[in-house]
């Protein structure tokens, strides 16, 4: 999927004979995003600028972009949206992801989209990973921790959900480097040749409830539609104190949904 993706912005995909299934049997379009394009331009310098660089990372390199397509989620996405929003409160705590607002430039969004977005709290989250999951992830997309059979889950602090940051050294953390080790990956899960990898998911979080510590939660409070680890306010496990970087997680399939993928370093 990815030599094919980088290879896409030279190859007409309709002449490739209709046997030849570039995918290998992954439900997905993987579009390749110059980064000379509008979109691209957007999504580097949108990408570079949402970090407070707690973790005192290198400058952010991106290398490559990719649109990624699943099969029918976006109807499913959709339907959630459309659901979240006929919950919204009237008055709500308005937390909202760092650096939203610098969303509502996206370029791939019509005016009505944006709206919707803003109205049903929907962000670009990062999702750091291994190099060697990326494939998996696209094929089965992000798969809760209480889905996942005879897998050792680490770092949930916040119960079976699946996380998301709105700062990409956060999620940096979490995907394997060409560099050596990571902090949360170590130095398993890199492919050779390739630079690190991180994906940005549209992410419905509707009403977030502020978590006040680390908790097993398994969805979020009544009235909440995800749970936001707040840095400098929500107390972590033992003796680390606050968190240093916000977190946010959802428990419910359908309510995000993959968008982008870059291929990135910081090393």
Known sequence: AFETALKSNTINIEDVDDG???????PADLEYIPLTSELGKFLVNWWK???RNKHGHG??????????????????????????????????????????????ERPDHTAQERKKFWDGNVFLGFHGTRAVNVPGIIRENLRFPNQLVGVVITGAMFGPGSYFADDWGKSANYCST????????????HVSGRKSFMFACDVILGNPHVAKD?????????????????????????????????????YRK??????????????
């Open 20 to 26: 030849d299934d570039v995918m290998q049997g992954i």
């Open 49 to 51: 600028g949402s970090t």
């Open 59 to 104: 400058e952010l390199k991106i290398f490559n972009l990719w649109k990624v397509s699943r099969h029918g989620d976006d109807k499913i996405f959709d339907a959630s949206l459309d659901s979240t929003l006929a919950e919204m409160p009237n008055k709500w705590n308005n937390e909202r992801p760092m650096f939203i607002e610098r969303q509502k």
């Open 178 to 189: 060409g560099g050596g080790s990571s902090l949360y990956a170590g130095s398993s899960g």
């Open 214 to 250: 680390a908790h097993g939660f398994t969805e979020p409070p009544k009235g909440n539609h995800c749970v936001f680890g707040k840095a400098g306010h929500t107390a972590s496990w033992g003796s680390y104190g606050g968190l240093m970087n916000n977190e946010w997680i959802i």
């Open 254 to 267: 359908g309510r995000q949904r993959l968008r982008y993928l870059a291929e990135l370093a910081w090393y």
